[in-house]
C-alpha cells in the first residue's frame, strides 16, 4: 500500500526556517517524481515544487530562491526546506507522487498534510 | 499562467442526483486535466486523469470529459461517500501545475 505521511508542521515567525519531510512506503520511492502542494485553509491547491528522480528541481515563481526541495532516495524520503517565511506561506502542505507512464503532471497519492503557520 | 475556472462554487444535490461539475481554462490545454476529490481532513484522492481516463479503482459513476478550454466532471448517481470538494488541475504547464478553485457538493 503506498503512504506518504509528511512532519515538521509549526509555528515560525515571519523571515524564519522550516524543513518539511515526506516518508514513503509501499513503493520504488526511487523511480518517482515527488512534489510539494499546498492549500490555504479553505481554499484551493497550489504546487509548491516538485523533484525528479535524477534530482532535477523546479519551483514556481513565487517561491524561487526561498524554498529548496531535496531526496533520500536510501531512506525513501524528502524534504522542503523553506526560507525568509512569509505570511502568505501559511497553509497545509501535502506530499505528493507523480504518477508514472504518463508525460504530464499527475498526483496518483497524496499524504494527510502538515500545517506551517507563520505568524509573529 | 494559465488560469483554472471551476463553476460552481458549490453545490447541494440528493443522493441518486447527477452531478456535472465544469473546469474551463484560461487557453488551450488540450486534454491534460485531472480531477481530483477531497473530503474533510482527508488527502486529496486523484478521480480522472487526461480529462477522461478513470484513476484505478475509481467508481464508474464517475466520468470526465472535454478537451481544449472546457472540461466536465460528471456523477452519474450520487452516492453519500461522494460529497466533498472537487478541484480540477490542468498539467499542460508541465512541471507548474494550476488548480481550480474548487466545487463543493454539500447534501441538498
Known amino acids: 500500500e503506498v503512504q506518504l505521511v509528511e512532519s515538521g508542521a509549526g509555528l515560525v515567525q515571519p523571515g524564519g526556517s522550516l524543513r518539511l519531510s515526506c516518508a514513503a512506503s509501499g513503493f520504488t520511492f526511487s523511480d518517482y517524481d515527488m512534489h510539494w502542494v499546498r492549500q490555504v485553509t479553505g481554499k484551493g491547491l497550489e504546487w509548491v515544487s516538485v523533484?525528479?528522480?535524477?534530482?532535477?528541481?523546479y519551483f514556481p515563481d513565487s517561491i524561487k530562491g526561498r524554498f529548496t526541495i531535496s531526496r533520500e532516495n536510501a531512506k525513501s524520503s524528502f524534504h522542503l526546506q523553506m526560507d525568509s517565511l512569509r505570511a502568505g506561506d501559511t497553509a497545509v502542505y501535502y506530499c505528493a507522487r507523480g504518477a508514472r507512464g504518463v508525460a504530464y503532471v499527475v498526483f496518483d497519492y497524496w499524504g494527510l498534510g502538515t500545517l506551517v503557520t507563520v505568524s509573529s | 499562467d494559465i488560469q483554472m475556472t471551476q463553476s460552481p462554487s458549490s453545490l447541494s444535490a440528493s443522493v441518486g442526483d447527477r452531478v456535472t461539475i465544469t473546469c474551463r481554462a484560461s487557453q488551450n490545454i488540450n486534454s491534460y486535466l485531472n480531477w481530483y476529490q477531497q473530503k474533510p481532513g482527508k488527502a486529496p484522492k486523484l478521480l480522472i486523469y487526461?480529462?477522461?481516463r478513470l484513476q484505478s479503482g475509481v467508481p464508474s459513476r464517475f466520468s470526465g470529459s472535454g478537451s481544449g478550454t472546457d472540461f466536465t466532471l460528471t456523477i452519474s448517481s450520487l452516492q453519500p461517500e461522494d460529497f466533498a470538494t472537487y478541484f480540477c488541475q490542468q498539467s499542460y504547464t508541465t512541471p507548474s501545475p494550476t488548480f481550480g478553485g474548487g466545487t463543493k457538493v454539500e447534501i441538498k
Open positions: 523533484i525528479g528522480t535524477a534530482g532535477d528541481t
Open positions: 487526461g480529462a477522461s
